[in-house]
């Protein structure tokens, strides 16, 4: 018989007793992966992003908003400013972009480098529902959306034509081929997108010709989407220049955004940290109570194996096992707990967010409950083989 | 084999300290079955835990096979535990959680011995547990709780086994039963050290120290009159 027999046979009978301590365990433990889980999918969520849209920049027109206040009441907001950009800018916007690409990648060639995608958009009516019309340059925004999947029917071909975000096809009831007026123009609906989870859900698209003329909006647009060459391409550079030489625009590179986001992301995470960490402490003390009144109350059975030739640091092992059996057990409850608890409450914290489990906290999970309950053990465990044989049994 | 020296054990200090023993002085050799008498109070309890180590002394000596006991540290006892001194309690002291044949063999997995199990089952036959070896402490009667108690003392081979009021807890079949044990272990050349206040079984000892407030008042040697 071995030592760690004596010790399975022992946490067998005390099974009740063993899976409290666990529980002491689990609950820290839990914490830690959940919190953990949690902020890695709200990264991972944000680095999603910036693959996506990171060599992006949106100009919009300079419109600045003023505070409306009497004394302390807020009466609201003005806009001052144009709402639209004249067409006959792209050009200049368009040399811009690609000047600085070329120069920040040496490259000499001729020609377009950067997408530009103009935008035209448009709050009206579509079978007596109001909808946002999109009016696109067909081909340069279907390079910048190129996370746009037809789920039904084709892509925008003809200047008649409108593409529904899947959203929006529910909700106006619209099927490819159906046929609408919009504003006195005839429109057939060509292909309806998958959802992607952002505002193109809810909108129409249709050739930006076809939105101007419908609307009398000839030579003006709402904003551009540009696209960039490279993730690596000098999205900010871009953005500043065309600030700096065109005025009444006002050009926002889509990383400045994440940065922000991802700051402000980075506290919140520290903070749960934070929180994970006075959880584990406060959950450490929990154990090494429970491991305390454990080992107190088998006190007399520490007196027997020492009378019958145990040393003191047998005993030390003997509960160290133990401690280890514990960890396990509070590792693997823990992983899965806290796993749970970020499916749980993760969407709550990080707002469309999805969790996923991740396989790499389960040893971390495994080493941070064992270090738990062996740290809480050893100091009971010296007290406990502090005292004499003879008073252990004197004790009871 | 064991020499006990003038020895003197005071327990507290100045006028509220207790003499429990007094200067007591006796000589074990190897074979012997002695018994230590006397009423509650006159310091058997004491003479004993101070003999296995168990409590420290104020003054004299203990000497086991040539070696002084009283003096050593925590982590020597340890090693005279494992095969010199074995004990049994008025209160078996079994781990409620092994079986009779594990508790027998608990004093060999402290020891680092493995593979003995057929030794610790031949003690227990030699103790008439032979059919009870897979039972838990709980379901066995008090009478045979002790018995494996004693297969467990024997376990290590000891020089000496201590008991302390060994049959205090049964009654007098049962208690008649373990003493028969005793005699029989004693006859095959177990030396042992018997505390008990009961005359009926310090008489089936070879020989009696009777100790009255710390003092050795008495010494029978039985074993004229039982031959």
């Not at chain 1, 047998?314 to 509070?330: F, N, R, S, T, V």
């Not at chain 2, 101070?50 to 000497?63: A, K, M, Q």
């Not at chain 2, 309690?89 to 020891?111: D, G, K, M, R």
């Not at chain 2, 005359?199 to 009255?212: D, N, S, Y």
Request: charged share 20%; proline share 3%.
């Amino acid at each position: 018989m071995k030592l760690y027999q004596v010790v399975a046979k022992d946490i067998i009978r005390r099974k009740r007793r063993v899976l409290y301590a666990t529980l002491g365990v689990v609950i820290g433990t839990m914490t830690v992966v959940g919190i953990l889980t949690i902020a890695l999918a709200g990264q991972e969520r944000i680095y999603g992003q910036l693959e996506k849209y990171g060599a992006n920049l949106t100009v919009i027109p300079a419109i600045s908003n003023i505070d409306m206040e009497l004394g302390n009441l807020s009466l609201g907001a003005v806009t001052v400013g144009e709402n639209y950009i004249p067409e006959d800018k792209l050009p200049e916007i368009r040399q811009i972009a690609d000047g600085k690409i070329k120069e920040a990648l040496h490259i000499q060639t001729e020609g377009d480098i950067a997408t530009l995608a103009p935008k035209l958009y448009m709050n009206t009516e579509l079978n007596g529902t109001s909808v946002t019309v999109v009016g696109v340059d067909p081909p340069e925004e279907r390079k910048i959306k190129t996370w746009w999947r037809i789920q039904e029917g084709e892509y925008l071909e003809h200047t008649d034509q409108a593409l529904v975000g899947a959203v929006a096809a529910q909700l106006l009831k619209l099927n490819v081929e159906d046929r609408v007026t919009l504003n006195g123009s005839d429109i057939t609906i060509t292909g309806i997108l998958e959802e992607t989870g952002s505002n193109d859900d809810y909108q129409v698209f249709i050739p930006i010709e076809t939105l101007q003329q419908a609307f009398a909006k000839e030579g003006i647009i709402s904003s551009i989407d540009i696209r960039a060459l490279c993730n690596a391409c000098p999205v900010e550079v871009i953005a500043d220049a065309i600030n700096q030489n065109i005025p009444g625009v006002r050009a926002v590179a889509v990383k400045q955004v994440v940065a922000t986001e991802m700051g402000m992301m980075e506290k919140t995470n520290n903070f749960m940290l934070a929180l994970a960490g006075v959880t584990l402490i406060v959950g450490g003390f929990g154990v090494v109570n429970t491991m305390m009144t454990s080992i107190h109350e088998r006190i007399k059975d520490f007196g027997i194996m020492r009378a019958v030739g145990a040393s003191r640091k047998q005993i030390i092992k003997a509960l160290i096992y133990e401690a280890i059996i514990i960890g396990i057990a509070g590792g693997i409850l823990g992983y899965g707990a806290g796993t749970l608890l970020a499916y749980a409450i993760g969407p709550l914290i990080f707002e469309g967010t999805t969790i996923n489990y991740v396989p790499q906290y389960f040893p971390l999970s495994l080493v941070l409950a064992m270090s738990i309950a062996i740290v809480a053990t050893l100091y009971p465990a010296f007290r406990a083989t502090k005292i004499r044989v003879a008073d252990s049994f004197r004790s009871l | 084999m064991l020499e006990v020296k003038e020895i003197t054990k005071i327990y507290g200090q100045g006028t509220t300290a207790v003499v429990a023993l007094n200067n007591v002085s006796f000589q074990v050799n190897r074979g012997d079955f002695i018994a230590i008498m006397g009423p509650s109070g006159s310091g058997k309890s004491t003479l004993l835990n101070v003999i296995s180590g168990l409590d420290r002394l104020s003054s004299g000596e203990v000497i086991l096979d040539r070696e002084r006991i009283d003096t050593l540290d925590e982590d020597a006892l340890v090693d005279i535990r494992r095969g010199k001194i074995s004990y049994i309690f008025q209160q078996y002291h079994l781990l409620p959680s092994l079986t009779a044949l594990e508790n027998v063999l608990l004093p060999l997995t402290f020891s680092g011995v493995q593979g003995q199990d057929g030794k610790a089952l031949d003690l227990l036959q030699r103790v008439g547990l032979g059919k009870r070896t897979g039972h838990k402490p709980s379901q066995l009667s008090g009478g045979e709780q002790q018995r494996v108690a004693i297969a467990r003392a024997l376990a290590n081979d000891p020089l000496l086994t201590l008991a302390d009021e060994p049959t205090g807890n049964m009654d007098r079949k049962t208690g008649k039963e373990i003493l028969d044990l005793f005699e029989q272990l004693n006859k095959e050349g177990h030396t042992i050290i018997m505390v008990t206040h009961n005359p009926k079984a310090a008489e089936r000892a070879k020989e009696i120290i009777v100790l009255q407030d710390g003092q050795i008042v008495d010494r029978i040697n039985q074993k004229g009159r039982r031959q």
